[in-house]
């Protein structure tokens, strides 16, 4: 995958819900299954066998499914491909991915690698904005909020001012050790890839 397709806000989405699934996917301590056949099994086994079930998931008939299952048909065209992709890095390894978002609300915190367009305000002056390549952690306290808000399905307009948030303690106020009062202007997210 190039890194413009790993930069695609995912359908229903956008950049920062994108790179919180793909950090996720990053700890991943086995490779997900990569053959439709494997995916269906393994997907039927999380929706307990029903193949009625998996099939409008997938968006598919019940004999799609089967057939698979079957492996009677191997190549699947690209929505279904994509589809099965998805749902199986969406169920693989709950413990693991569990795990990580606990150690990134409770101690590690998370990195953020971004580029995008900061422009800045405080006391009464004004920075004029510029696109910027930033690496930063970000606390725990801001990782728990984030996470929380992401499994609380909220949209990408709702988990911008945190991240925006975020970035500005850890980079430019240095944890509210100077530069007091500044707000920082988070914009125009060209790419974003967390880690935790």
Same mark, same amino acid.
């Given at each position: 995958?190039?890194?413009?397709?790993q930069q695609? @806000?995912?359908p229903g989405?956008?950049?920062?819900l994108?790179? %919180?699934k793909?950090?996720?996917?990053k700890?991943?301590t086995r490779? #997900?299954?990569?053959?439709?056949?494997?995916?269906v099994? =393994? %997907?039927?086994t999380?929706?307990?066998?029903?193949?009625?079930?998996?099939?409008?998931? %997938?968006d598919?008939?019940?004999?799609?499914?089967?057939?698979? $299952?079957?492996?009677?048909l191997?190549? @699947?065209?690209k929505?279904?491909?994509?589809?099965?992709v998805?749902?199986?890095?969406?169920?693989?390894?709950?413990?693991v $991915?569990?795990?990580?978002r606990?150690?990134?609300?409770?101690s590690?915190?998370?990195?953020?690698?971004?580029?995008a367009?900061f422009? =800045?305000? #405080?006391?009464?002056?004004s920075?004029?904005? $510029?696109?910027?390549?930033i690496?930063?952690?970000?606390? @725990?306290?801001? #990782?728990?909020?984030?996470?929380q808000?992401?499994?609380?399905g909220?949209?990408?307009?709702?988990?911008?001012?945190?991240?925006?948030? #975020?970035?500005t303690?850890?980079?430019?106020?240095?944890?509210?050790?100077?530069?007091?009062?500044?707000a920082?202007?988070?914009?125009?997210?060209q790419?974003?890839?967390?880690? =935790?």
């Amino acid at each position: 995958m190039s890194n413009d397709e790993q930069q695609q @806000p995912a359908p229903g989405g956008g950049k920062i819900l994108a790179a %919180l699934k793909r950090a996720e996917r990053k700890v991943f301590t086995r490779p #997900a299954p990569k053959s439709a056949k494997v995916q269906v099994e =393994f %997907l039927l086994t999380r929706m307990k066998g029903s193949t009625k079930a998996l099939a409008e998931r %997938l968006d598919v008939s019940r004999r799609t499914v089967e057939r698979y $299952r079957a492996g009677k048909l191997t190549t @699947p065209q690209k929505r279904l491909r994509a589809a099965l992709v998805e749902e199986t890095e969406s169920e693989w390894q709950p413990q693991v $991915r569990t795990q990580a978002r606990q150690r990134a609300s409770t101690s590690n915190g998370m990195m953020v690698h971004t580029v995008a367009y900061f422009g =800045f305000t #405080a006391s009464g002056s004004s920075d004029d904005g $510029r696109q910027r390549h930033i690496t930063t952690a970000i606390s @725990p306290t801001y #990782a728990k909020q984030i996470l929380q808000l992401q499994e609380a399905g909220a949209t990408e307009e709702e988990l911008h001012p945190i991240v925006a948030k #975020a970035i500005t303690e850890s980079y430019f106020t240095d944890w509210g050790s100077r530069c007091e009062g500044l707000a920082a202007h988070f914009t125009d997210v060209q790419s974003i890839e967390f880690e =935790f």
